[in-house]
């Protein structure tokens, strides 16, 4: 078994509004899974679905080759974008409640939370309020409370908003470390970056459909051009550029560099990269040549916008 | 332990502990009777004795009126026939009287009928004026009856005096006053419904929207389903509620008893009288309290302490669900008025009812009506059970009831699931009714 989540067709409606038009996933076990989309495209609608929130009109969810079911819930950990804690409520007790939700019992829960808070140096607010607590703390309890009862699924929705940079490394390494003890991951968010960092594979929603699925390199792939950045320096630049210009489509480019060379964007088209080599040796010193990947901001915008 | 009783765990332990919660358990009882204890010395305290002048040029009343002055009592009567009327009036206006009673001369006593006025600033009070009209009204009668030539002390004796003993058919006897008791046990208990409801709803309603806007409802419903969530709330609240009554109750009893020690050192000179006329005293008192507490014990206990248990479920849970449904609908408490007024008024109507239509006819069109509707058959129907309700009336009652309360919950849990998740704007009656059917 491969696939831990397999959505399968899910069409879920609001009144007239369609916020999921019969999407499919799978998300392979093992694997960080962006799920991304513009505000609106309908990720919390599928996610809180696949956490038995809401049910879909059609269409069915199959989790680790078993239907969704409400046992499922607690293999299931779930960090949402609306995030909050009872705010009168004592950081320990809380989290013991909300473990046991998750059908932990009291003895587990304790072990499992002693663990966590030594491993995230929170000890000393056993017994605060979360009212006590600045908005980054309470933020690192929800985190605890989500991966608690070490479910295979997490799901966490825009995960770094209101962290630090010091909190959101933190949580970041926490990530990786849980996706080593074979928890797979899906995460939904709209910082790109961290998307390029952490994520292998991912998914774009875009107005209640799934544009794109795949693993991330296969996806960048998908998108690349074939265009080189080069940097070149050269005695003969219209020599050069007469030659370049007979066979690619040239560009300027834009990439840092220590050098005063000419910079260039080239457009191989069904080229091989050697042949553009070939012309660029003969006319000078080649200080730079990278092909050009498409980030996953430049896909996300491609796909959306098209 | 299963998911519900955690959740009915988590609110009551939440509700116990607050500390507006803890404040009203001991305070409030110590409110109450210091609000009792406050009434009471008022009560006690004299009003000023209000003078009132008398000008009866008929000479007929006036006597009458100055033979009730009592020493202490709330009006002293003047005879002033022999001052200017004129003067008199103008002494109101001083405020040297409260009031000016003018009998005029008249040529047949039929006149005085509609002749006499009462001058005064202040509006006087009904019983006051009532009391003037008897006295006038009683010596009238007896001027009449002696031009008439008839024998009053004859027509004294000959004047008959009734009381009809109540009893039921099956033989037992009855006292009167105890219809009284009856709505008095009744509206208790009703009443008690509706401060619970309207009180722990309330409680419920803000418990819900807490966690709507602190934004953890979303964690808890991955959990759990969210009619778990609902009723486990609406449970736990009423167990926080059940806790607060039973301190209350324990409070009003341990006071009633520290006050009866207090009182009973008190009334120590009483002990003094002679032991025969202490014993004639008490076996005169307990004559008709006896009579009083048999009857008391000839009430269905049994129909209003089942009914009462009943009805305080089905209702509490009818209505705390509607509580739940507005709170998951609202996002803060103002918003929550306009939807609250329908809750409210069903509650006060069945109130209304029960202490204006049952107390008058307990087994009338309107009191079996509003003892069947589910949303006042609560308060209604308790209120109707002391006086006796067959079997059958409630029967349907209890089940119309449930059956109510069933189809809310449905409802309410429907509305519920939908609007915890919904933020930032208050919905309409229509958007309610579009959640039903998503």
Redesign the interface.
């Given at each position: 078994m491969n696939t831990i989540l397999e959505v399968n067709k899910v069409v879920k409606q609001?009144?007239d509004y369609v916020a999921l038009n019969g999407v499919s996933l799978a998300v392979p076990k093992g694997s960080i899974y962006g799920l991304l989309g513009p505000n609106g495209a309908g990720k919390t609608s599928l996610i809180?679905i696949i956490?038995?929130?809401?049910l879909p009109d059609s269409g069915q969810i199959i989790l680790d080759g078993e239907k969704l079911q409400?046992k499922h819930?607690q293999y299931?950990g779930?960090l949402?974008e609306?995030?909050?804690?009872?705010?009168?409520?004592k950081v320990g007790e809380q989290c013991l409640?909300?473990a046991?939700?998750?059908g932990l019992t009291k003895a587990e829960a304790k072990k499992q939370l002693e663990y966590w808070f030594e491993r995230l140096e929170i000890q000393g607010w056993w017994n605060k309020k979360i009212q006590e607590l600045s908005k980054g703390m309470a933020q690192k309890i929800?985190f605890v409370?989500?991966v608690l009862h070490k479910p295979k699924l997490l799901i966490f929705d825009e995960p770094f908003s209101g962290f630090d940079p010091v909190n959101a490394t933190i949580i970041k390494d926490e990530i990786l470390a849980l996706r080593e003890e074979g928890a797979t991951i899906i995460f939904s968010t709209h910082r790109m970056e961290s998307v390029e960092e952490l994520c292998d594979h991912i998914a774009l929603i875009h107005k209640s459909n799934k544009l794109i699925e795949g693993k991330l390199s296969d996806v960048k792939r998908q998108f690349k051009t074939n265009s080189y950045e080069v940097g070149i320096l050269s005695d003969n630049v219209e020599g050069l550029m007469y030659d370049i210009t007979q066979k690619f489509t040239v560009a300027p480019a834009n990439f840092k560099s220590l050098n005063n060379e000419l910079k260039l964007e080239i457009q191989l088209g069904t080229a091989l990269p050697n042949e553009l080599l070939q012309v660029l040796t003969q006319r000078g010193q080649v200080t730079h040549f990278v092909e050009k990947i498409p980030t996953v901001n430049d896909i996300f915008i491609q796909a959306v916008s098209k | 332990?299963s998911?519900i009783s955690?959740i009915i765990k988590?609110e009551f332990i939440?509700k116990v502990r607050?500390k507006s919660f803890i404040v009203m358990t001991f305070l409030s009882p110590l409110l109450f009777v210091g609000l009792a204890a406050f009434v009471g010395y008022l009560s006690t305290m004299k009003a000023d004795t209000k003078r009132i002048a008398i000008h009866d040029e008929s000479g007929l009343f006036a006597q009458e009126f100055t033979a009730i002055n009592q020493k202490n009592g709330e009006y002293k009567y003047l005879d002033l026939s022999l001052i200017d009327l004129k003067f008199l009036k103008d002494s109101i206006t001083n405020e040297s009287y409260e009031g000016l009673l003018y009998i005029p001369k008249v040529e047949s006593s039929k006149d005085f009928e509609n002749k006499i006025q009462f001058i005064s600033n202040n509006s006087p009070s009904i019983s006051f004026i009532e009391n003037v009209q008897e006295v006038i009204a009683d010596k009238l009668t007896k001027t009449n009856l002696v031009q008439a030539q008839l024998d009053t002390l004859a027509i004294t004796k000959a004047k008959a005096n009734v009381t009809i003993s109540l009893s039921k058919a099956s033989g037992e006897e009855s006292v009167k006053g105890l219809n009284e008791i009856k709505i008095g046990i009744g509206g208790a208990f009703g009443y008690l419904i509706m401060m619970f409801i309207i009180i722990y709803g309330n409680m419920v309603m803000r418990s819900v929207i807490?966690?709507k806007?602190?934004?953890?409802v979303?964690?808890?419903?991955?959990?759990?389903?969210p009619f778990q969530l609902m009723m486990g709330k609406i449970i736990g609240t009423a167990l926080a509620g059940l806790l607060q009554f039973f301190i209350w109750a324990l409070i009003g009893l341990s006071l009633m008893f520290a006050a009866s020690l207090f009182f009973g050192v008190d009334v120590g000179p009483t002990a003094k009288l002679s032991p025969e006329l202490v014993q004639a005293a008490q076996q005169e008192m307990t004559g008709t309290a006896q009579m009083y507490i048999k009857e008391l014990w000839n009430l269905p206990i049994a129909s209003i302490l089942i009914g009462f248990v009943i009805y305080f479920i089905g209702g509490y849970f009818l209505y705390s669900s509607f509580y739940a449904a507005i709170g998951a609908a609202v996002d803060n408490q103002t918003d929550s008025q306009q939807f609250l007024l329908p809750i409210i008024m069903p509650l006060m109507l069945s109130v209304y009812v029960g202490f204006f239509t049952v107390i008058n006819d307990p087994h009338g069109t309107i009191a079996v009506v509003f003892s069947m509707i589910p949303l006042t058959s609560p308060i209604v129907m308790l209120m109707r059970i002391p006086f006796g309700v067959p079997l059958w009336q409630i029967a349907i009652s209890v089940t119309l009831l449930f059956g109510t309360f069933f189809s809310v919950v449905w409802f309410a849990a429907k509305i519920y699931?939908i609007g915890i998740?919904m933020?930032g704007k208050k919905p309409t009656w229509a958007e309610l009714y579009?959640w039903l059917?998503?």
């Open positions: 609001y009144g809180r956490n038995q929130i809401t409400p819930v299931i779930y949402p609306e995030r909050g804690l009872y705010n009168t409520m409640y909300l046991q939700m998750k929800q409370v989500c | 332990m998911i955690l988590r939440a607050n807490e966690e806007t602190s934004r953890i979303e964690i808890i419903i991955s959990s759990v389903k699931r998740l933020y579009k059917k998503y």
